[in-house]
T-cell receptor, first 113, second 113 residues
Framework: DAGITQSPRHKVTETGTPVTLRCHQT?????MYWYRQDPGHGLRLIHYSYGVKDTDKGEVSDGYSVSRSKTEDFLLTLESATSSQTSVYFC????????????FGSGTRLTVV | GENVEQHPSTLSVQEGDSAVIKCTYS??????FPWYKQELGKGPQLIID?????GEKKDQRIAVTLNKTAKHFSLHITETQPEDSAVYFC????????????FGKGTKLSVKP
């Protein structure tokens, strides 16, 4: 999607290894979000950021950490990957917290073996 | 916190027929209701949204209606086409520190030629 890119698009990793996913935006939006998508669960919020170095937890934050050192980059880290973290991860950006639509990235498919 | 229920989880229609997807929300403070379409292998894309000061909004073949009293809103797609086949998500939100969008679990729409 224009203005937001996720990397990598696909990744296979082993249980217990650390993994970092990157979200990069060129829209200068204040809010950035990380979601995971699993069958039967829809989109679940992991963490979000409301500014540089300002982050907060979502509903499924256990096992994940985030960092935002620049407006344009929001990193999601799995400190020690587990098979339950196999999922598709989406980053989203917004100029407002809940009163305007989000723009989603194309997703990262992560497989933990 | 906000809770969004979406029905049905799957919907199959013949090309040319109409499709209706319904969502209910729990938090009366919610005032923004977007709908997203997700095609296979892609991120969700905003297709239409409505705010609480409006009861209905149309954009070509799609329309959204909102009933604030009953706390439900619906997506209507008329004259469905095969390219409408996708997963559709509703969401609800409002501004402020707790106002992140909350998503329904999605509806898989299949349009048969």
């Amino acid at each position: 999607d224009a203005g937001i890119t996720q990397s990598p698009r696909h990744k296979v990793t082993e249980t217990g290894t650390p993994v970092t996913l990157r979200c990069h935006q060129t829209e200068n939006h204040r809010y950035m979000y990380w979601y995971r998508q699993d069958p039967g669960h829809g989109l679940r919020l992991i963490h979000y950021s409301y500014g540089v170095k300002d982050t907060d937890k979502g509903e499924v934050s256990d096992g994940y950490s985030v960092s935002r050192s620049k407006t344009e980059d929001f990193l999601l880290t799995l400190e020690s990957a587990t098979s339950s973290q196999t999922s598709v991860y989406f980053c989203a950006i917004s100029g407002s917290q809940g009163t305007y639509g989000y723009t989603f990235g194309s997703g990262t498919r992560l497989t933990v073996v | 916190g906000e809770n969004v229920e979406q029905h049905p989880s799957t919907l199959s229609v013949q090309e040319g027929d109409s499709a209706v997807i319904k969502c209910t929300y729990s938090d009366s403070a919610s005032n923004y209701f977007p709908w997203y379409k997700q095609e296979l292998g892609k991120g969700p894309q905003l297709i239409i949204d409505i705010r609480s000061n409006v009861g209905e909004k149309k954009d070509q073949r799609i329309a959204v209606t909102l009933n604030k009293t009953a706390k439900h809103f619906s997506l209507h797609i008329t004259e469905t086409q095969p390219e409408d086949s996708a997963v559709y998500f509703c969401a609800a939100g409002y501004g402020g520190s707790q106002g992140n969008l909350i998503f329904g679990k999605g509806t898989k729409l299949s349009v048969k030629p």
